[in-house]
């Protein structure tokens, strides 16, 4: 009920192509969809978050997906660069108490 | 300036040992974190503290003591190390309004413990 079941585990694609990861929950009771980003050897960094009564966010080449009576939430990134190429977490927010993370994504874009 | 430190970098140390990392954030924020981050980048929480409290305590063995002196630092404290300890431990903070967690959480660099 807690977890947050992230794919795939890892991703290659074309510079310029679109990178999707896809995250599903069951727990209604989650609060906020936040995904990080973790470049090696450097701490996870918030990339953008949705709330649950959201569709859709947008934010330059990032775009988070929501689907909630799927309960699921996906993020897009357009125009993938070999700069975006990290390990992508989404997280699902409990009762604002913490957070439940995916098991990670690892992105490898291609130049 | 960094937003959150943490020390030392890396620690390689012997099985049974005893040792500490060190976590600082000058961001002002009211609310930190100790995660660990195995060899898979599984990411897992252990600790928070908000205002010097403790206030999640997930299931990590007693060997493991969370130390908040102030708001701007927590320590994390490793007695009898073992090889399964071995991981990557993160510090995070955030600025909590009363108990709520945000999902906003700044990292810092990451301790390497290697346990040999």
């Known amino acids: 009920q807690q977890q947050v079941k992230q794919s795939p585990q890892s991703l290659i694609v074309q510079k310029g192509g679109i990178s999707i990861i896809n995250c599903a929950y069951e727990?209604?009771?989650?609060?906020?969809f936040p995904w990080y980003q973790q470049f090696p050897g450097k701490g996870p960094a918030l990339l953008i978050a949705?709330?649950?009564d959201v569709s859709e966010k947008k934010e330059g080449r990032f775009t988070i997906s929501f689907n909630k009576s799927a309960k699921q939430f996906s993020l897009h990134i357009m125009d993938s660069q070999p700069g975006d190429s990290a390990t992508y977490f989404c997280?699902?927010?409990?009762?604002?108490?913490?957070?439940?993370w995916g098991l990670g994504t690892s992105l490898a874009v291609n130049p | 300036d960094t937003a959150v430190s943490q020390t030392p970098k890396y620690l390689v140390t012997q099985m049974g040992n005893d040792k500490s990392i060190k976590c600082e954030q000058n961001?002002?924020?009211?609310?930190m974190y100790w995660y660990k981050q195995d060899s898979k980048k599984f990411l897992k929480i252990m600790f928070s503290?908000?205002?010097?409290?403790?206030?999640i305590n997930e299931t990590v063995p007693n060997r493991f003591s969370p130390k908040s002196p102030d708001k701007a630092h927590l320590n994390l404290h490793i007695n009898s190390l073992e090889l399964g300890d071995s991981a990557v431990y993160f510090c995070?903070?955030?600025?909590?309004?009363?108990?709520?967690?945000?999902?906003?959480?700044?990292f810092g660099p990451g301790t390497r413990l290697t346990v040999t």
């Open positions: 949705i709330r649950p």
């Open positions: 997280a699902a927010s409990l009762h604002h108490r913490k957070l439940i």
């Open positions: 995070a903070s955030s600025q909590s309004s009363g108990q709520r967690i945000p999902y906003e959480q700044y």
């Open positions: 503290y908000n205002n010097k409290e403790l206030i």
């Open positions: 961001l002002g924020h009211d609310t």
């Open positions: 727990n209604t009771a989650f609060d906020y």
